[in-house]
């Protein structure tokens, strides 16, 4: 065991609503497996686990907190437990798990259609019809890659290469129109779909291999980064085709009316510290500090477009685990949050967590990558503006996330928020930028 260690609290359910219990301890008690990770996987890493310990397969059906899961039994009828447990009503557990009472007990349907019953079969329904027209063969059952209250990602082998299903939210659904346009521009290479169920908000894209950005050389990150503003550059004086292929525009005006609507977020930052934030919620003093900044803010917003860095697309969630590094070429993934705004907004996820020599060569590259259309003077002098706002860009996405999923949910995205609070707090306290990222 590592100081890495987590215990993981599994809700297996079958069909009808029974729950499996370790009864090796007299009465019936939910199960638990330990991880030598900092958190448990919900995906199949998790299920291959429960498969291999208790003989069930099963699919992550529903995060319940940051080691609560809920799991569905599948493959027909309810399969015989392993030596030490059995099978009871949720009633036999009721006081076990706060969120799992919590869930028995509401009316509402999830946000996110992936937690329901049913839905993964539905899918596997789509995903084999599409191979079958596409004159294709699986090889083998999907495995899920990637569930929780944003997003479901699946990936199916197939005889010509592995596809990946994509389930999102409503709001995020614009994603493969996006990612279709940017593909017809020819400037770089994007995953390729390869079939769109609207209705559902899911899509299919073929596998795109490479190396993940996270598993790369900072040299090859610099590159990354270059690359981005290359795309960003081709899309100067396109804002009415990206907002037409799906993206949203924030405008000065429209970003200084989210300053203020998300500074005056009370729930959120007076919210007292709970298990479903980490007890990471801003102090009443922070939060004091933090809405006083809404006049600075709402003038770094005037200041920035004073700056005149044109409009481009911007991709909100510009991190390493979203760029694939392939031998001659780079790609760059998940366009769901795409936005036509400020460019210098990609720099806040970037460079989060990122050491301070890093942080500056960052800047360095990416106001270079810039030189021939922006002078990189500009440019820094610009990102000093763009800084505290680009932290409340990212605050932004994060509390939209929280108020779409609900209480049920919004753990994913609370400690999220409180933490790019702070980094605005640091930021705005330092308008000379003798900080280049994030970290002190």
Not at 82 to 93: K, Q, S, T, Y
Not at 118 to 133: Q, T
Request: hydrophobic letters at 45%.
């Amino acid at each position: 065991m590592t100081s890495e260690s987590v215990e993981a609290v599994l809700v297996i359910v079958d069909r009808d609503g029974a729950v499996l219990c370790d009864i090796a301890g007299g009465g019936p008690a939910l199960p638990r497996m330990r991880f030598d990770v900092g958190w448990p996987p919900m995906d199949s890493e998790l299920t291959d686990r429960v498969r291999y310990e208790f003989g069930l397969i099963t699919v992550v059906l529903e995060p319940l907190d940051f080691t609560t899961v809920v799991l569905l039994a599948v493959g027909g009828a309810r399969p015989v437990s392993a030596d030490g447990f059995a099978w009871h009503g949720h009633d036999a557990v009721s006081g076990q798990s706060p969120v799992l009472d919590r869930r028995a007990a509401r009316s509402r349907p999830p946000a996110s259609d992936w937690f329901r019953p049913g839905w993964f079969e539905r899918v596997e329904s789509y995903i084999d019809r599409e191979i079958k027209a596409a004159g294709r063969m699986r090889l083998g059952p999907s495995r899920q890659i990637k569930h929780w209250s944003m997003s479901a990602v699946l990936r199916t082998p197939t005889d010509r290469g592995d596809l990946y299903l994509k389930a999102v939210l409503p709001r995020l659904a614009r994603e493969p129109d996006i990612t279709r346009y940017l593909a017809s521009l020819r400037i770089a290479p994007f995953a390729t779909i390869t079939a769109i169920s609207p209705d559902d908000r899911w899509w299919l894209a073929e596998d795109f291999g490479g190396v993940d950005g996270w598993a790369v050389s900072t040299e090859q990150r610099r590159a990354c980064l270059t690359q981005l503003v290359i795309v960003q550059k081709e899309t100067i004086g396109r804002g009415d085709e990206l907002i037409a292929a799906g993206c949203v525009p924030l405008t000065p005006a429209s970003l200084a009316d989210g300053v203020r609507s998300t500074m005056a977020r009370d729930d959120i930052w007076r919210a007292p510290e709970l298990p479903k934030n980490l007890y990471r919620a801003l102090s009443g003093e922070e939060a004091d500090r933090l809405q006083a900044l809404t006049p600075y803010l709402v003038e770094c917003t005037e200041r920035l477009d004073e700056a005149a860095i044109p409009a481009t697309i911007v991709h909100r969630d510009f991190h390493p685990g979203n760029v694939v590094v392939r031998d001659d070429e780079i790609l760059l993934h998940d366009w769901s949050f795409a936005t036509v705004t400020n460019p210098l907004f990609d720099l806040a996820s970037w460079l989060l967590d990122v050491p301070e020599p890093d942080a500056a060569s960052y800047l360095e590259v990416c106001f270079a990558a810039w030189a021939d259309t922006v002078a990189p003077e500009r440019m820094r002098s610009a990102w000093c503006v763009a800084k505290p706002l680009a932290a409340v860009v990212e605050i932004m996405k994060l509390i939209e996330l929280a108020d779409i999923v609900g209480p049920d949910h919004d753990f994913n995205w609370l400690p999220m928020t409180y933490g790019w609070g702070r980094r605005l707090l640091n930021a705005a306290t330092d308008p000379d930028l003798t900080i280049n990222g994030w970290r002190r």
